[in-house]
């Protein structure tokens, strides 16, 4: 489905009275699928159907109620796909996106978010970077086919400097352009968890595919870039692969070492916070006089006269 097509547009002030009804005939339903229960509790679909509460009558929560749940943190909900909505025509556009956005800023259970086909745009993608800098406990995040273009993409590079979560990321069928993976490429110079990034059928030249090819040079943990269906020759492709086959071999040693290195620093700083305290008690021993007292700190005249001076008359 293309964004921005016919359709019923889920957002805006329908949306906002989805935010603030409960109980409407039109509201919006959740499929709650038990998947791999120890692993990946409670993946919530969110989708336009109606479903029996037990009682006989039928049951559908609106988007409110169910992002208010996210951000609350009520239940242990580790993935979020709205997939099924946009299948029915129903799409969150940028104002949805938003509300989406806000409240996961203070969820930490959702691990995986799958926000599909909902022309949600540049502004959608920047709301979703604001919620990143905030967020530390996504995983994957995929915005297939939105009419993201490079002003998004860039917010979206923004949010990926130094992110501590954010491993997989698909940004297939969008409107990147050459500016918008010369951004990401800078990003990634400076990102130690992602380890996807997808790529596929955007307008992405030789140039961007160059640009991530350097960052490849400084960064060692991503390990797989698809570039599919963009105007990038094969001889930078063929490069690109090379790179990521080298990471996937050196990844794990590398990750070995960040630890090893990370676990030193801990141990020298716990030390240098030792030798601070050892300090701080012999610093309070020698303010103390011959007779027990505490002296003032000033020197006396009879001190003075002890310092060596320079040439000039400088203490030194």
């Not at 998947?35 to 409670?42: A, I, Q, R, T």
């Not at 992002?67 to 025509?89: I, K, T, W, Y």
Request: hydrophobic content about 35%; aromatic content about 4%; proline content about 3%.
């Amino acid at each position: 489905m293309e964004p921005g097509g016919d359709g019923d547009a889920f957002a805006s002030e329908e949306l906002q009275q989805q935010m603030e009804t409960d109980g409407d005939d039109d509201g919006i339903a959740i499929d709650k699928t038990l998947v791999e229960p120890v692993c990946n509790p409670s993946p919530v679909v969110i989708s336009a159907e109606k479903h029996d509460n037990g009682s006989g009558t039928e049951c559908s929560p609106t988007l409110g109620a169910i992002m208010q749940r996210v951000h609350l943190n009520d239940g242990d909900v580790q993935e979020l796909d709205f997939s099924a909505l946009a299948q029915r025509n129903k799409r969150l556009e940028s104002a949805g996106c938003a509300l989406v956005a806000r409240s996961l800023m203070t969820n930490h259970t959702v691990r995986k978010l799958i926000i599909r086909d909902h022309a949600i745009g540049d502004d959608g993608a920047i709301a979703l970077a604001r919620m990143l800098c905030n967020n530390t406990t996504l995983e994957c995040l995929d915005l297939y086919g939105n009419g993201i273009g490079d002003r998004g993409i860039e917010a979206l590079a923004q949010a990926l400097y130094g992110h501590g979560s954010l491993t997989h990321l698909f940004l297939w069928s969008n409107l990147i352009t050459d500016r918008g993976v010369e951004a990401l490429a800078q990003a990634v110079r400076c990102n130690c968890t992602l380890k996807y990034l997808g790529l596929v059928h955007n307008r992405i030249s030789q140039v961007g595919a160059q640009a991530l090819l350097g960052a490849l040079d400084v960064n060692f943990n991503l390990e797989s870039v698809n570039l599919d269906a963009n105007d990038v020759p094969r001889s930078i492709t063929n490069q690109l692969g090379d790179a990521l086959v080298r990471n996937r071999a050196e990844a794990p040693m590398v990750r070995s070492r960040m630890q090893e290195e990370e676990a030193e620093i801990t141990r020298r700083l716990a030390e240098m916070s030792g030798y601070g305290q050892d300090d701080d008690d012999e610093a309070d021993e020698e303010w103390e006089d011959e007779d027990g007292s505490e002296s003032s700190g000033f020197l006396t005249c009879s001190g003075v006269t002890d310092v060596p001076l320079s040439d000039s008359g400088l203490w030194i």
